[in-house]
């Protein structure tokens, strides 16, 4: 196709406005050739009264459009005008296409992660009496790209089981002991820093201090805790929570092209007068400038022992 010199139309006005023919009026009379302007301006142009008749012809084609999607196959458009001439005074329009489309590639589009099915159930963390178990889900259905979006929400879910009662070493009276706090003091954090919180949503039984960031358990007994933080575009955040400085639960989350976020969770058999805090593992940059993404740490009382003997940790997530 030619894409740079527009057609010339197919009959212009004549010099000399004849008839090629000699029986215009017998065409007429029999096929109607008068009607057919193609034919009629080419053989009766006089007869018919066609001598200012112009046929339309395609001026030049446009440049094509950009493509019309942001990755992956699209199409480009272009388009003419039939104006040069315009038809007149009866005159045929244009024949073809206004309009040609160019396929167009982007490069791969980002693949965005799914959540695979929630795995099976595990065992009670107890006994006797109620307890926690916990399920998994992993972000692979499918994988997400370097700059594709991390699934969103939880890839943990826990949920209250019961075992036969064992009086002799739960409480049936479990005090309300729970705590939820947001807010960094600093995002800028060293290795070995403690994370602390300082706004307090929630501190029923007294344990959080947000000046030093740590949980005192103020009872002997089963504690869930729950961490969330994010990190900002192409940064990489570590952080773990830690019982009386020994690990429970360590993560990391590396930012792709915008700020992203994750959780830490663990379970733990807390003594009395034991502290739970965050920590820095590696030197990081913390994000919470955002009213969708929060650093929060909380947690909560979910059985309490008598014996004040009793602790160590008993699963994380």
């Given amino acids: 196709m030619d894409n740079t010199t527009p057609s010339i139309s197919m009959t212009t006005v004549y010099r000399d406005c004849n008839d090629s023919i000699p029986n215009c009026e017998v065409l007429n009379e029999t096929l109607l050739i008068c009607k057919d302007i193609r034919n009629a301006m080419k053989l009766c142009q006089k007869f018919c009264i066609l001598c200012n008749v112009v046929n339309g012809g395609w001026a030049h084609w446009g440049n094509f459009s950009t493509c019309d ?155 869930t805790f729950t961490v969330q933080y994010c990190v900002k575009a192409r940064t990489v955040g570590n952080l773990e929570l830690v019982q009386n400085g020994n690990p429970l639960q360590r993560g990391e989350i590396v930012g792709a092209e915008y700020a992203q976020c994750a959780s830490l969770q663990a379970l733990s058999k807390v003594p009395k007068g034991d502290r739970v805090w965050v920590r820095c593992t590696n030197d990081s940059e913390f994000y919470q400038d955002d009213p969708y993404r929060w650093a929060t740490f909380s947690g909560a009382l979910v059985h309490r022992y008598f014996s004040e003997s009793v602790s160590g940790q008993i699963f994380v997530g």
């Fill in 69 to 223: 999607v942001t990755c992956g196959n699209g199409t480009q458009l272009r388009t003419r005008e039939c104006s040069s001439p315009k038809p007149e005074n009866g005159g045929l329009q244009c024949d073809g296409p206004a309009n040609e489309t160019v396929p167009c590639n982007l490069g791969l589009c980002p693949v965005h992660g799914g959540w695979s099915e929630w795995e099976n159930w595990g065992s009670c963390s107890v006994t006797c009496g109620a307890g926690l178990r916990r399920r998994d889900r992993n972000c692979d259905n499918p994988f997400p790209s370097v700059d594709g979006h991390h699934c969103f929400g939880e890839s943990i879910n826990y949920e209250i089981c019961n075992e036969p009662s064992c009086n002799h070493l739960v409480s049936t009276e479990v005090p309300v002991v729970m705590f939820s706090a947001r807010n960094l003091s600093n995002t800028s954090l060293h290795s070995n820093e403690s994370a602390i919180y300082i706004h307090i949503e929630t501190n029923d039984g007294g344990g959080y201090n947000n000046v030093t960031g740590k949980f005192t358990a103020p009872v002997s007994g089963l504690y």
